[in-house]
């Protein structure tokens, strides 16, 4: 079985900065992409940034300049450091990867259970 954990939302000020985390556990043969994405009220869920096992990564618009998604290989776990945050950041954010439990298996999506995300004076 897999599990996705995420940590570090909270509460922060305009302009403050907040890290997320997210440690994918349980039996994994392989990571293909680990991804935040977030959904605000009453809004769609949209994806923030994605981390492929090579490194790559791809930001939406809203994020670029201001997040910055790393990735530990070693310990199964995403990053997502968040700066300048501005009310409109507010949302739940979730954590998801693509992983397979065995060579043999077929990839599956995963996903955590979301951490909330507040920006507000």
């Known amino acids: 079985q897999v599990q996705l954990v995420e940590s570090g939302g909270g509460l922060v000020q305009p302009g403050g900065s907040l890290r997320l985390s997210c440690a994918a556990s349980?039996?994994?043969?392989?990571?293909?992409?680990m991804s935040w994405y977030r959904q605000a009220p009453g809004k769609q869920r949209e994806l923030v940034a994605v981390?492929?096992?090579?490194?790559?990564?791809s930001y939406a618009d809203s994020a670029k300049g201001r997040f910055t998604i790393a990735r530990d290989n070693a310990k199964n776990t995403v990053y997502l450091q968040m700066n300048s945050l501005q009310p409109e950041d507010t949302a739940v954010y979730y954590c998801n990867s693509i992983l397979r439990i065995a060579s043999i298996r077929p990839w599956r999506s995963y996903w955590g259970q979301g951490t909330q995300v507040t920006v507000s004076s």
């Open positions: 981390t492929f096992g090579r490194g790559n990564t």
């Open positions: 349980g039996s994994i043969f392989s990571i293909s992409s």
